[in-house]
């Protein structure tokens, strides 16, 4: 099993930044999914950022050019860089993952994560 853990999340006004981290454990697969999912009082879980074992990446519109998702030692550590951080982007963050199959594209299917950390709160301030 897949164990996550987030970390980084906090308070700051519009327009500031933040970083966020996940530690991935119990990673024995050769490949993984990763991302980060979020999900504000109200509303429905939403794809924030995405990216698979090689590196590529799919962001969600609303944050495009904004947020950067990456990863380090063998995707056993996972960060989203935010800057330019709206009221909007007030929401309860969560990191994923997957085992990647050999299909093209499947890490970009936000159905496909079924390993979850527990989230980290990021509140914007205005």
């Known amino acids: 099993q897949v164990h996550l853990v987030e970390s980084g999340g906090g308070s700051v006004q519009s327009g500031g930044s933040l970083r966020l981290s996940c530690a991935a454990s119990?990673?024995?697969?050769?490949?993984?999914?990763m991302g980060w999912f979020r999900q504000a009082p109200g509303k429905r879980r939403e794809a924030v950022a995405l990216?698979?074992?090689?590196?590529?990446?799919h962001y969600a519109d609303s944050v495009k050019g904004r947020f950067t998702i990456s990863q380090a030692n063998r995707q056993s550590e996972l960060y989203l860089q935010m800057d330019g951080l709206k009221s909007e982007d007030t929401a309860m963050y969560y990191c994923a993952a997957a085992r990647q199959t050999n299909f093209d594209g499947y890490c970009f299917q936000p159905g496909v994560y079924d390993f979850w950390g527990k989230g980290t709160q990021v509140i914007v301030s205005s």
């Open positions: 990216i698979n074992g090689a590196g590529s990446t």
């Open positions: 119990e990673l024995t697969y050769p490949s993984y999914c």
